[in-house]
C-alpha cells in the first residue's frame, strides 16, 4: 500500500494537474455531463459560471441526501476546484455560509475564484487537511464532502475530525468510491506495486461500504446509512457511492458496553475470570492490605470485589462506563453489596475526592486508542493515585489479541509502556500472563506495575 506522505504527494499532484488542466482526459468522468448524470439541478447550473462545470469530478451528489435550509453553516471537505461549494452557498443563501476545504494550493485559489466569478460573498476557502481540520469544535451544521474521504490515509481520523466540527445533531452528507470487489479485503487494491496515483485515482485504499459505515459509528455517528451505489468508477473494482448520518451524543463506548451486558453471558465472554488469580497475586506482591483504599477501573462484572470482601476490605471503589455491568455486580454481591461504592463513568474523566492506595485495570487503558485518551487516563491516575501507592494496569501484550469485544486494542510492551508514563510514574515490574478463555484459546496479556515517580523510594 502507498505510505501515507506518498499517498498525499499523488494527491497534490494530481488535482494540482487538475486545477490547471480541467480539459484534460483523467479517466475518470467529469465535466457538466457528469453532474447532471448524477441530478446536479440546472438551477444550480444556470446561476453558476459555466467555466466552473468543466472541473465537476464529483462522485455523487451529497445534495440529493437532505435538506440543506437557509442561515445553516456547510462546511465541503476536498471542496476543489469550488463547485459543491457553491452550490451549497446557493442553497444556504446571504444569511448562510459556505466553507471550503482542500488540501491542494491550486484547487483553493481556484475554488476562490469560482465564487468570486459567480458573485458569492457567503463563502469561505482555506487550505487544510482532512486529518486535522482547521475548523473550530461544533461549528458547523452540515458536513459535505466529494470523492476527497477516501483520499486520506486514516479515513478513521477524519470521521473524528468531522464529528469534532458538528454542532449536535449536525449531518453528514457524503459521496465517495467503494470497493465493490468480491472477498474479505479491506481495500480494492492489495498490490504492493500500488503507487501514489493508484490511491489518488480512487484505487488503492478504497474500502468497501461495511468499513466506512463502522468507521463512521466508532466515530459517534448514529442513523448511519449507505444510500446505495451509482454509475461512476475508476477501476473495475470500485463504484461511486452515496452515505449520510448524524452527529450523536458521543456515548458510543457507553452504548457498547451497556450492550455488552445487557445481551451477553458474562461467563462466556472472552475476558472472563472465574478467579481474578493474578490480580490478587500483584496485589499480595505489592504488599496490599486491607487498610489500602482501592479502585478497580473498568471492573465490569468482574469478582475482584467479591474477593477484597472475603479478605476484609472495607474501602473498595468500582468504575465502569456500564451500569448494566455494575448491577451485575451488585445483584451477585447480595448482603455485601453495600461496601462498594459504585460510579458510572469514563475514566478518562474520572475525579474523585479520594486518593487510592490501589489503581487496579485489568482492561480498559489497551481499548484507548487516541493519544489524547492514553494521556487523560495517566492524567487522572497521576491526581487519583496517593503518595504511596500502586497502579496494576493489565493490557493486551504485543503478540496479544488487536481485538476484544469487537473494538481494536492497543498492544503494550515494557518499552511501550515506558513511553507513555514518562516522568510521572516508574515502572517497578512486568508480568507476562496466559489468559484462557472459556471456549479454550489462549490470549497474552502484560501487566504493568506503576508508582508515582516523585515518591518512589519513600
Excluded at 498490490?191 to 501514489?196: D, F, K, L, M, V
Excluded at 488487536?402 to 473494538?407: E, I, K, N, R
Amino acid at each position: 500500500m502507498a505510505s501515507s506522505q506518498c499517498a498525499l504527494q499523488g494527491v497534490i499532484a494530481l488535482y494540482s494537474d487538475l486545477a490547471q488542466n480541467p480539459d484534460k482526459d483523467f479517466g475518470w468522468d467529469k465535466g457538466l455531463i457528469n453532474a447532471r448524470n448524477h441530478g446536479y439541478k440546472e438551477e444550480w447550473i444556470e446561476k453558476l459560471p459555466t467555466a466552473m462545470w468543466d472541473y465537476c469530478a464529483a462522485v455523487g451528489n451529497p445534495f440529493s441526501l437532505g435538506e440543506f435550509p437557509e442561515g445553516l453553516t456547510v462546511l465541503d471537505l476536498g471542496c476543489g476546484a469550488g463547485v459543491d461549494l457553491c452550490v451549497a452557498a446557493l442553497l444556504v443563501g446571504e444569511r448562510g455560509k459556505a466553507i471550503g476545504v482542500d488540501i491542494t494550493p491550486l484547487m483553493v485559489e481556484t475554488a476562490r475564484r469560482h465564487a468570486k466569478e459567480a458573485g458569492l460573498e457567503n463563502v469561505e476557502v482555506m487550505e487544510g487537511n482532512l486529518e486535522n481540520i482547521p475548523i473550530a469544535n461544533e461549528s458547523i451544521d452540515i458536513v459535505i464532502s466529494n470523492g476527497a474521504i477516501n483520499l486520506a490515509s486514516s479515513k478513521s481520523k477524519v470521521f473524528e475530525e468531522i464529528f469534532r466540527v458538528l454542532k449536535p445533531e449536525g449531518k453528514l452528507y457524503f459521496a465517495d468510491m467503494i470497493d465493490i470487489s468480491e472477498g474479505s479485503c479491506t481495500t480494492s487494491c492489495c498490490s504492493q506495486s500500488a503507487s501514489e496515483g493508484d490511491w489518488a485515482n480512487c484505487v488503492e485504499g478504497t474500502l468497501k461500504k461495511e468499513a466506512l459505515t463502522l468507521m463512521m459509528s466508532e466515530a459517534g455517528f448514529v442513523s448511519v446509512e449507505c444510500m446505495g451505489t451509482n454509475h461512476y468508477t475508476t477501476a473495475p473494482t470500485t463504484a461511486g457511492a452515496t452515505f449520510r448520518s448524524t452527529k450523536g451524543d458521543g456515548n458510543v463506548k457507553q452504548r457498547h458496553w451497556e450492550n455488552v451486558y445487557t445481551t451477553k453471558d458474562v461467563s462466556k465472554v472472552g475476558w472472563y475470570q472465574q478467579e481474578p488469580s493474578i490480580s490478587l497475586a500483584l496485589l499480595q506482591k505489592i504488599g496490599s492490605t486491607p487498610k489500602d483504599v482501592v479502585i478497580d477501573v473498568g471492573c465490569g462484572a468482574s469478582a475482584l470485589a467479591d474477593r477484597l470482601i472475603e479478605r476484609g476490605y472495607p474501602d473498595i471503589t468500582l468504575l465502569d462506563i456500564s451500569s448494566n455491568a455494575l448491577e451485575i455486580v451488585k445483584q451477585r454481591l447480595g448482603a455485601s453489596a453495600d461496601i462498594p461504592h459504585y460510579c458510572v463513568g469514563d475514566v478518562c474523566a474520572f475525579t474523585s475526592e479520594k486518593h487510592f492506595d490501589v489503581w487496579h485495570d485489568r482492561a480498559v487503558f489497551h481499548f484507548l486508542q487516541k493519544e489524547e485518551e492514553q494521556n487523560a487516563y495517566m492524567e487522572t491516575l497521576h491526581n487519583s493515585l496517593s503518595p504511596k501507592g500502586y497502579a496494576i494496569i493489565g493490557t493486551f501484550a504485543v503478540d496479544g489479541p488487536d481485538s476484544c469485544s469487537a473494538l481494536p486494542v492497543r498492544q503494550y510492551d515494557e518499552e511501550r509502556m515506558k513511553k507513555l508514563i514518562k516522568e510521572r510514574f516508574e515502572l517497578l515490574d512486568v508480568i507476562e500472563e496466559r489468559h484462557i478463555t472459556p471456549s479454550g484459546s489462549k490470549q497474552k496479556y502484560c501487566f504493568f506495575v506503576l508508582r508515582p515517580m516523585e515518591k518512589s523510594g519513600v
